[in-house]
């Protein structure tokens, strides 16, 4: 059973930066796609940042190129993001995910039409002066 624990989150000032952790347990990410997903309130959940383990492949939504990195470390079993110059808009509970031998953007995309196989539990990031 795979577990997904995120951490590096909360407060930051409109401009600044945050780096979110994903460790994952209880398996190898041998042949996964992870990723980054968020969600506010009323909204519907955005895939925000996904990367293979297996491969250099990698996915950003339009609102965060240039702005947020997602890198890996197959050795410690875990997933980063980086977030810089943040933006208001960047506020909500983010969640890493991760499926087995799936693609990035189906992961990043395409994951309300399938079952992501495993979650994470969720870490508040709020921008805010």
């Known amino acids: 059973q795979l577990r997904l624990v995120e951490s590096g989150g909360g407060l930051v000032q409109p401009g600044g930066s945050l780096r979110l952790s994903c460790a994952a347990s209880?398996?190898?990410?041998?042949?996964?796609?992870i990723g980054w997903f968020r969600q506010v309130p009323g909204k519907e959940r955005e895939g925000v940042s996904c990367i293979s383990t297996s491969d250099d492949s990698t996915y950003y939504v339009d609102n965060v190129k240039g702005r947020f990195t997602i890198s890996r470390d197959n050795a410690q079993n875990t997933m980063y993001l980086q977030m810089n110059n943040m933006k208001p808009e960047d506020t909500a509970v983010y969640y890493c995910?991760?499926?087995?031998?799936?693609?990035?953007?189906?992961?990043?995309?395409?994951?309300?039409?399938?079952?992501?196989?495993?979650w994470g539990q969720g870490i508040q990031v709020t921008v805010s002066s």
């Open positions: 995910a991760a499926d087995f031998k799936q693609t990035v953007f189906r992961l990043c995309v395409l994951s309300h039409i399938f079952q992501i196989g495993s």
């Open positions: 209880g398996l190898i990410l041998d042949h996964y796609a």
